[in-house]
Nanobody, 117 residues
Framework: QVQLVESGGGLVQPGGSLRLSCAAS????????VGWYRQAPGKQRELAAA???????NYADSVKGRFTISADNAKMTVYLQLNSLKPEDTAVYSC???????????WGQGTQVTVSS
């Protein structure tokens, strides 16, 4: 069974940086989109960034210019570079891989990002 594992979260001061990783245990066939979602306590989950199999990326307005999503297919890993972090970025970050042609959807368990001085 395919599993996604997130890593790289932690405690960082405002203005700091983190690099999150989402690694697949096995290659997922027909992946269309991989997205990084985040959910803060008391708030609904939102899509922070996504990358498609064609290389197209998109970002939430709140993170544009600060976050960068990228993929390394050889390593079966998608990354999310978090720069200029703000306290408002504090949340559990989870990755999701969608393979609609295979009617498959995969989620990781999430990694905690805390931005505090």
């Amino acid at each position: 069974q395919v599993q996604l594992v997130e890593s790289g979260g932690g405690l960082v001061q405002p203005g700091g940086s983190l690099r999150l990783s989402c690694a697949a245990s096995r290659m997922i066939v027909n992946v269309y989109t991989v997205g990084w979602y985040r959910q803060a306590p008391g708030k609904q989950r939102e899509l922070a960034a996504a990358i498609s199999s064609r290389g197209t990326t998109n970002y939430a307005d709140s993170v544009k210019g600060r976050f960068t999503i990228s993929a390394d297919n050889a390593k079966m890993t998608v990354y999310l570079q978090l720069n200029s972090l703000k306290p408002e970025d504090t949340a559990v970050y989870s990755c999701n891989a969608e393979a609609p042609c295979s009617r498959a959807n995969y989620w990781g368990q999430g990694t905690q990002v805390t931005v505090s001085s």
